[in-house]
């Protein structure tokens, strides 16, 4: 059963992702879930500025992969809304994901099919009257108990 929490606004949001951050250590897969709009790259953008990022963190819609190489651990961060299934392979996808150094943000998960990690964070973020909400949950041990530990 997912842990949920009510975000008032884009800060919360940011403020959700740096708290995440700050517990990690890769390597990690974190799928962020959600319709358009409902603030995935906002808590992209919070975590990586929880590991010190100081600029924008963009969507990575066109490029479908933005990479942070300075942050320790090193973040990427993908977008694979617009990636079909000829599209993946070239993606080199499993090659970020059994990355041991990195953390894998990933917004439209779904897209990558059976290339998804067994253990990961499933973060799913949805328009509500008063901000949005926030459930997430672990699919593996390490996932789990890091779900268990983060409180946005």
Partial sequence: MPSR???ADETATRTAGGK????VKPPLFVALKGELGAGKTTFAGGF???LGHKGA???PTFAMVNEYRKLTPRVVHMDLYRAGPL???GLALEEYFEDAGAVCLVEWPENAGDLLPKD???????HAKEGRT??????GA????????WRP
Avoid: Q
């Avoid at 995440?20 to 517990?23: C, E, G, Y």
């Avoid at 990961?120 to 949805?126: F, K, N």
């Avoid at 926030?134 to 699919?139: C, E, F, K, Q, Y």
């Fill in 87 to 89: 599209d993946l392979p």
């Fill in 20 to 23: 995440l951050a700050r517990l």
């Fill in 120 to 126: 990961r964070l499933e973060v799913t973020l949805h």
């Fill in 142 to 149: 390490r996932s789990k108990a890091l779900a268990a530990k």
């Fill in 57 to 59: 963190v963009a969507s």
């Fill in 134 to 139: 926030l459930a997430w949950h672990g699919t």
């Fill in 5 to 7: 929490r009510l975000l």
């Fill in 48 to 50: 990586a500025a929880g």
